[in-house]
């Protein structure tokens, strides 16, 4: 439906030159023992996820922005529109955001490197050889 679109690698955790290989090593975001781990290579087309050193510090700035973009979307909508208490929304808020930290990790991540890899229609049918640029 979405693939061949940078929105794609993203949510479905897959590679961002390729989408066929995974980019972190399990799918559950949930899973707070593993959801950092990444692959250190596409297994399909080879792209390396491994970057120069503090190549993901940028992907902080991803993960702000998502925080963000959460926390005015709520205030404006539950605190200005709905007019409800301060205390009530940010004691639903506070939890929300720490449970959704390992979803922000990644999706941080996986946009930070879709900034600075095109994905190849021709690598994910397989009608051209995958030369890894890194």
């Given at each position: 439906m979405l693939q061949g679109t940078k929105v794609y690698s993203i949510l479905h955790n897959r590679c961002p030159r390729c989408h066929k290989g995974h980019f972190?090593?399990?799918d559950n975001a949930l899973s707070w023992k593993y959801y950092d781990k990444m692959n250190t290579k596409c297994s399909v087309c080879g792209e390396s996820f491994e970057r120069e050193p503090g190549f993901y510090f940028g992907g902080m700035y991803g993960s702000y922005l998502l925080y963000s973009a959460l926390i005015a979307a709520s205030i404006i909508l539950f605190i200005v529109l709905l007019k409800l208490n301060i205390y009530y929304v940010l004691g639903v808020l506070v939890p929300?955001?720490?449970l959704s930290q390992p979803l922000f990790f990644r999706w941080g991540r996986l946009v930070w490197i879709n900034i600075f890899?095109?994905?190849?229609p021709e690598i994910a049918n397989g009608s051209k050889k995958a030369t890894p640029k890194w």
């Open positions: 972190f090593k399990t929300v955001i720490l890899v095109k994905y190849d």
